[in-house]
């Protein structure tokens, strides 16, 4: 399909960052009559199980669309969005048809009202992104952050993207601006429309199962619990399958095997926010482990290299301080 | 009604609760077909070798895993299919959590829990974690995948919602902004006054989907061989200071409420 997507242009994209997010879509945060331009980034890293699609041979394989008619290959530039009406007509949607839906929309999450964050039901959370101010200056990005941060609120507002409308709650994390995309109500099933029986709590049964809660109830979350298993299985498999060189592959082009979120940029989260936001901001993964840009690997390698070397200074500096002195007796 | 979608047993200590699965989402996307510009025949994907442009036969076609840019790992389906976890209707739950311990950003896609048989238990046990105000870690097989998920209730009912992994959500620290990019307390008093202005219930019936409405209406109207005028664009008001910004919108706020 042809390409709709709009990405940031102030962010740079270094190569194979070790912990890349995509940049979506850039535009404004309307806080009353306040702007804040900003960049949009997935604040969900990929899990590590995306695979290559290869031949028995290695050679990196690619999708191509073919004319179902002609049987002949296609570029994307011979490709139309078509619809199916009921009747079996078919209409096509051009690029220009998408954009006169809602002009407006595609450039402004104006942020409409304000709520308790408590009060959305976590069915309503579909994807969250984080917002790095694309301006020239931050403050009214921070004053957003602040306000929500001390006042446990969401700004609720909506906002058009790759041809979607996305309902969204702006939150504030860590001093860090989130967008979490919400479902519209309509596209949420309730107990009525899946005709389940209504609820009829029996009083004794209820406190035996408060009782078995409270026997497995903890006061901490142990992330290990919600670990990969199915990506460490992976990379063990992969450790074994690599010692053989028949199995292991050099070659560029590689792409992966589901085309989802492909088009967009691939961006370091931490560099960004770096350079944007603030320039000591720290990035880790929930299990708290080892910060997760490429950036931070570099400064941490720095980091080791220069104590190493001042180590070794003082080391030699005492010494020969200890050798001054012993010469001195 | 939308048909249960997987059965599966709630693990709770000794306690075993046969459920339905059901999808709690109800998709409402308008969905397009890829055409061939010339003739509006469908478009077909071939998987191809890239550097010859030629058809791989799907039995030829292997998955690879990356280790950089350049360099894969090749896996056989054998050894793809010792990947697959052991079938099993449990739902084993590990433990109960306050509800504010897991941020949204973990919450992927929604499931309710329907019951299945015997209602007494299901109805029970969601009556009793909403007295609790807790949350449940689980974990399960289903189609030949793990997931983890948060077990929850809501009106009376059991949700089951699938959670992203834990190396995939972000965490921040040490974001300070610098003195001059720092709200005045004055700007943040006003922030404040303005969010008060605007505040209030999570009313979700409120917001429609106006781009969707507005995308079936061009449709149809393409349909009928029609025109549709594109919507006309906002002109955003000139920025000025953060504090008159605000001082303005609060006033603007207020002028909307009276009306």
Not at chain 1, 115 to 141: M, N, R, T, W
Request: proline share 5%; net charge positive; hydrophobic share 40%.
């Amino acid at each position: 399909m042809p390409s709709r997507q709009r990405t940031s242009k102030a962010v740079a994209a270094p190569e194979a960052a070790a912990a890349p997010v995509r940049s979506f879509w850039s535009g404004t945060i309307t806080f009353g009559l306040v702007s804040i331009p900003v960049d949009l980034l997935s604040a969900v890293r990929p899990r590590q199980t995306a695979m290559k699609l290869v031949d028995k041979e290695g050679h990196p394989l690619g999708r191509r669309y073919y004319c179902s008619k002609e049987d002949k290959k296609l570029d994307n530039d011979d490709l139309v969005r078509g619809y199916e009406t009921e009747s079996g007509q078919i209409i096509e949607i051009t690029d220009e048809d998408l954009e006169s839906v809602a002009p407006e929309m595609s450039s402004d999450i104006e942020l409409r009202s304000f709520v308790p964050l408590e009060q959305i039901p976590p069915l309503y959370f579909q994807k969250p992104y984080f917002l790095a101010p694309a301006g020239k200056s931050a403050k009214a990005y921070h004053l957003l952050a602040a306000t929500m941060e001390r006042t446990g609120r969401a700004g609720i507002g909506s906002f058009v993207m790759r041809g979607h409308e996305y309902l969204v709650a702006i939150v504030s994390d860590h001093g860090v601006l989130r967008a979490d995309t919400l479902r519209y109500t309509d596209e949420l099933r309730t107990p009525e429309s899946l005709e389940l029986p209504k609820p009829k709590p029996a009083a004794k049964k209820v406190s035996r199962f408060e009782k078995a809660i409270e026997d497995l109830t903890r006061r901490e979350l142990d992330v290990t619990e919600l670990a990969d298993e199915e990506a460490a299985a992976l990379a063990k498999l992969v450790e074994a399958r690599r010692k053989d060189a028949d199995n292991v592959v050099h070659t560029s082009g590689l792409e992966d095997e589901d085309a989802e979120g492909e088009g967009a940029k691939v961006i370091d989260l931490m560099a960004v926010l770096r350079k944007s936001l603030s320039k000591n901001a720290v990035v880790t993964n929930a299990e708290g482990a080892a910060p997760i840009s490429l950036a931070e690997h570099r400064a941490r390698k720095h980091a080791r290299k220069t104590t190493a070397k001042k180590r070794a200074k003082t080391r030699t500096a005492s010494r020969t301080a200890g050798r001054k002195k012993r010469a001195s007796r | 009604m939308a048909r249960a979608i997987w059965k599966g047993k709630l693990e709770l200590g000794s306690h075993e609760i046969d459920v339905k699965m059901y999808s709690a989402v109800e998709d409402r996307t308008v969905h397009f077909r890829m055409l061939h510009k010339k003739d509006d025949a469908a478009v077909e994907q071939h998987i191809v070798r890239k550097d010859t442009g030629k058809d791989v036969a799907k039995e030829d076609i292997r998955k690879a895993f990356a280790l950089d840019k350049t360099t894969a790992v090749i896996l056989q389906p054998e050894d793809l299919a010792s990947l697959v976890p052991p079938e099993s209707r449990e739902i084993q739950i590990l433990r109960f959590v306050a509800p504010d311990v897991l941020g949204d950003q973990w919450f992927d896609r929604p499931y309710y829990l329907g019951p299945d048989a015997d209602d007494g238990d299901y109805f029970a046990l969601a009556a009793a974690l909403e007295r609790k105000h807790v949350i449940g870690i689980a974990r399960w097989v289903m189609r030949k995948k793990r997931y983890v998920g948060a077990l929850s209730a809501l009106t009376g009912y059991l949700t089951l919602s699938t959670l992203r992994r834990a190396d995939q959500v972000l965490s921040f620290s040490r974001v300070e902004p610098v003195k001059s990019e720092t709200p005045h307390p004055n700007e943040l008093k006003l922030a404040e006054q303005f969010v008060a202005s605007i505040t209030g219930d999570f009313e979700p019936e409120q917001w429609q989907n106006e781009y969707r409405q507005r995308l079936c209406k061009l449709i149809e109207a393409k349909a009928r061989g029609e025109k549709i005028e594109p919507a006309p664009t906002k002109r955003r008001a000139r920025q000025a200071s953060l504090a008159d910004s605000l001082r303005a919108s609060i006033a603007a706020a207020k002028e909307k409420k009276v009306a």
